[in-house]
């Protein structure tokens, strides 16, 4: 048993040494993984440290709310709530300029006139979220990856920490 299991796994290296070709010494070989579609390209700049992260879908999404909206700058609201399925739930919602509190987190998508709004107490559970969407019939709109989530619902817009 013992011996079937290094000539299983010396197989395996060899067929992988054919598969992947290395790297010529000195060069570090990565895996680079194109845009699987046009919109997937980032065609905007992300604020430095964002807490949010808008990925280019939910991005094109907000570009036709706002345009929807007839204004000029967009403020997105994000935030959490008890409740849910896994206990705290995500809240996001249309804001103005006014109701932006000094203890606020602001990421501004400058060129978009777009404006992520985060409030101190759910900037603890959203830091570092990636905000994106999908056009599916069944199961679409806003998706939240959200790294700090130790579990999350099924239907995706609650998590639990």
Do not use: H, W
């Not at 249309?94 to 409030?119: G, L, P, R």
């Amino acid at each position: 048993m013992k011996y079937t299991t290094i000539l299983i796994l010396s197989l395996l290296q060899l067929s992988a040494s054919f598969l992947m070709p290395s790297a010529p010494a000195g060069v570090s070989r990565q895996l680079q993984s194109a845009p699987s579609d046009v919109e997937d390209a980032v065609d905007y700049s992300v604020p430095e440290d964002a807490v949010v992260v808008i990925k280019p879908k939910a991005m094109k999404r907000l570009r036709e709310l706002r345009e929807k909206e007839k204004t000029d700058n967009l403020v997105l609201r994000m935030g959490v709530r008890n409740g849910g399925c896994s206990g705290l739930s995500y809240v996001m919602d249309f804001s103005t300029e006014d109701a932006i509190e000094e203890d606020d987190a602001v990421d501004e998508y400058e060129a978009e006139k777009i404006k992520c709004v985060v409030d101190a107490k759910s900037m603890l559970y959203l830091y570092g979220l990636e905000l994106d969407y999908s056009d599916e019939l069944i199961g679409g709109g806003f998706k939240f990856f959200n790294p700090n989530a130790e579990e999350s619902c099924g239907c995706g817009s609650s998590f639990g920490v």
